[in-house]
């Protein structure tokens, strides 16, 4: 097994014990996005010097048994919609083509101050708007599964690069499914912790009310080590919880025995694969198996969760995207002749075709006599849907269903059909919408394609989210699973 194939738990220990050097694995992953980099475009920037100085400094930490955490030494990879001080961050945009923020994301500093290394800054969906990484204002990023597959979106390349070695672990931003569904179709665990557990500070904004920053991994075990790293309190996000953050880790082997599962059965949606409502059923009776009870509920408005997101979602995106006018900072139009023609030449030249599309969106539904119609109810709809999630959790301890209703599919296969795309989303945008947490796990393959597990769990109670996936992973051998990219490693 090489380096790059094990846990952050297995080279911790590692570390510890002086087996490896930070240096060596380092270099170890970055070899490995020499490789096969070309193959995934995971990264739009490979941060080696940086990376190189981080491990040196780590290794440094780790002989002096300084302050030595369980991150110490570990390389992980940045969605570009997180700041890093001085290093390009871009958002999967043209318009911020070249932009070195000022300063550093709070996730950024304080995986810092853990000792990690940064390899550099995933590829993404420009501004986070997207369901296939196809949005990338550079270029598309190819699952390491199948390369003529998306590997979702918007983080497909945090996603792509946890699954194919070039990461031991990522960041990426969840606001309608964008860490959730990537995972599942790279077969990786991903997890959208509830708004106001991890800091935004420094998270380039797409829709304010909904973006979470969350982690990405091969198990569980990684994905509670990364959460515990970068939760808590910031006083510089104003939306940031001052709820104590438990220890995720301490939980983890509790088992499901004696726990309540509920099965939404609005989650078995109209055009789901066969192959994987059989894979979720399946999980579930495994669940049972380990003691867990299993009940159907009812989440009757999950109907209306699309069309009020993709109301809610570019309404924000529509705000938030208004200070890109090529004056401040990032790409500026040339050849205007006046200040005004200077705002829409940059804004035309700079966005791509699907954040032009919700911009248009967002502004038509703030504008004057629409916004009762459109964006009120929109919120109206929101209310309902975080009351179903109430009523609901007062049966049952967690739900479960797919993550996604299909396996990865075709790049260019939905390009032409924004509605298509969208309807990607349709299960993981509810929890964004109802103030809830959610994990994807791997629960199998349809045609050699990874299927995902969703798990959610009310508003701050990740550890019972991270303690169902943890009951289910170790009852299966699909954490053991590897993209062919990875296979061929080792």
Known sequence: MTLFQRSIRELHQMLVDREISSVELTEAVLGQIDAVGEKTKAYLLVTRELARRQAKDADERLRANRDVRPLTGIPIALKDVLCVQDVVSTAGSKILKGFSPPYSATVVERLEAEGAVFLGKTNCDEFAMGSSNENSGYWPVHNPWALERVPGGSSGGSAAAVASGEAIAALGSDTGGSIRQPAA?????????TYGRVSRYGLIAFASSLDQIGPMTRDVVDNAILLQAIAGHDPRDSTSSERPVPDYLSTLRNGVKGMRLGVPKEYFVAGMEPAVEQAIRDAIRLLEQQGASIEEVSLPHSDVALPAYYIIAPAEASSNLARYDGVRY???AEGAKNLIEEYMLTRQQGFGAEVKRRIMLGTYALSSGYYDAYYLQAQKVRTLIIEDFKQAFEKVDVLVGAT???VAFG?????QDPVAMYLNDIITIPANLGNVCGISVPCGLADGL??????IAPGFREEVALQVAYAFETATDFRKLQSPLMRAAA
Do not use: D, E, R
């Open 330 to 332: 990032g790409y500026q």
């Open 185 to 193: 179709l790279t077969g990786i665990v991903g997890f959208k912790p």
């Open 450 to 455: 990874p299927i995902g597990l969703q798990l």
């Open 404 to 406: 996604s209703p299909t």
């Open 411 to 415: 790049l260019g296969a939905k390009t």
